[in-house]
């Protein structure tokens, strides 16, 4: 099973700080780390233009597959972070095994000033 997607975009228009116009995104990514992986990539591919590299806000959640070994994320980082991209890697405890796949969801809140 592939990453999947939901976007929702917001782009705030108009300066919410003086002299600066921002664009903003609400975005929700799901993948799964597959039986034997105890990482996952969490591609976030920005909607709006960007003048500078925007902020990200959220916090990925695990959601062990049946029977599956993986208890908890063990840490999370942003891996790529441009412009136009942002990629978040998440690591679990241990690997799913038995054939057994886990699915990490990420909703995150991204901003920054609107090119």
Known sequence: ????????????????????????EYWQVS????????????TFDLVNKYDQIPAIMGTPLLDPGAESSTSKIVAWYVTTQTKSQIVVT??????????????????????????
């Not at 099973?1 to 921002?22: C, D, R, Y």
């Not at 054939?99 to 000033?113: E, F, H, L, R, S």
């Open 1 to 24: 099973m592939g990453q999947t997607t939901t976007k929702k975009l917001s782009v705030f228009p108009g300066n919410l700080v003086p002299g600066a116009a921002l664009a903003a």
């Open 90 to 115: 998440v690591e679990v405890d241990q690997v799913a095994g038995s054939g057994k796949d886990n699915t990490v969801t990420m909703c995150a809140y991204i901003a920054g000033p609107q090119a």
């Open 31 to 42: 993948n799964t780390t597959g039986a034997a992986a105890t990482t996952v990539d969490l």
